[in-house]
Nanobody, 123 residues
Framework: QVQLVESGGGLVQAGGSLRLSCAAS????????LGWFRQAPGKEREFVAA????????YRADSVKGRFTISRANDKNMLYLQMNSLKPDDTAVYYC????????????????WGQGTQVTVSS
């Protein structure tokens, strides 16, 4: 069992930055692949970024490449999403996800999900 708690969301102007954090429980954190997803009002949840077990590989949606960076600190059981050059289209609830067995890191096939943190970008 893994419990995930996101933090760091808020209201920011376009062009600004936010850093989301996801605190995870569990002694085998480093063996989990981790992802960030988001869901805007009236839209389906979508992939944002993912990082492989042990952090050797990262993946990002085309819409956030060059602006968002995913990272993990296995010694702290933490996942991060640094978001720069934010746009109003980035407004959504952001969720972190974890799974030991997921192979398609950009898919929704994660077993564990956090409750989400709201990010609002004003124009």
């Amino acid at each position: 069992q893994v419990q995930l708690v996101e933090s760091g969301g808020g209201l920011v102007q376009a062009g600004g930055s936010l850093r989301l954090s996801c605190a995870a429980s569990g002694r085998t954190f480093r063996t989990y692949a981790l992802g960030w997803f988001r869901q805007a009002p009236g839209k389906e949840r979508e992939f944002v970024a993912a990082i492989s077990r042990y952090g050797s590989s990262t993946y990002r949606a085309d819409s956030v490449k060059g602006r968002f960076t995913i990272s993990r600190a296995n010694d702290k059981n933490m996942l991060y999403l640094q978001m720069n050059s934010l746009k109003p289209d980035d407004t959504a609830v952001y969720y972190c996800a974890a799974d030991e067995r997921v192979t398609e890191l950009q898919s929704m096939a994660y077993n564990y999900w956090g409750q989400g943190t709201q990010v609002t970008v004003s124009s």
